[in-house]
Nanobody, 118 residues
C-alpha cells in the first residue's frame, strides 16, 4: 500500500502562482511514475502532468509552459509548480501513483482544492 498526502491548494487571483506538494509513504519502492490529475465541477478527471522515475515529464497542452512537475526522491515527494494561473485551472487536484506501463492509477491522494479568481 502507498499513502499520498497533498498540500498547497488554496485561493489565488488569476496570474498568480501556487505550489502543490504530495508526500508518499508506505510501499514506496513500488513507485515508478507519479502524476497530478484534476477534476473541475461537471467535468471528467484529467491528467495534468506526469513524471517518471528517470525524470521524464508529460504535460497536458493546456498547462504547458505554465506548470512544472518535479520530484524529490529523498523526501518521497512530488511537486506541481503552477504559474500564470487562469480561472479555468480551478479544480480539485489529485496526486497519483501511475502504473509503470501507464495503463492506469494504482493509488490516489485525497485531493486539494485550487480556486483561481478572475
Amino acid at each position: 500500500q502507498v499513502q499520498l498526502v497533498e498540500s498547497g491548494g488554496g485561493l489565488v487571483q488569476a496570474g498568480g502562482s501556487l505550489r502543490l506538494s504530495c508526500e508518499a509513504s508506505g510501499s514506496i519502492f513500488k513507485i515508478n511514475r507519479m502524476g497530478w490529475y484534476r477534476q473541475a465541477p461537471g467535468k471528467q478527471r484529467e491528467s495534468v502532468a506526469v513524471i517518471s522515475s528517470s525524470g521524464s515529464t508529460y504535460y497536458v497542452d493546456s498547462v504547458k509552459g505554465r506548470f512544472t512537475i518535479s520530484r524529490d526522491k529523498a523526501k518521497n515527494t512530488v511537486y506541481l509548480q503552477m504559474n500564470s494561473l487562469k480561472p479555468e485551472d480551478t479544480a480539485v487536484y489529485y496526486c497519483a501513483v501511475i502504473r509503470p506501463d501507464g495503463s492506469g492509477v494504482d493509488y490516489w491522494g485525497q485531493g486539494t482544492q485550487v480556486t483561481v479568481s478572475s
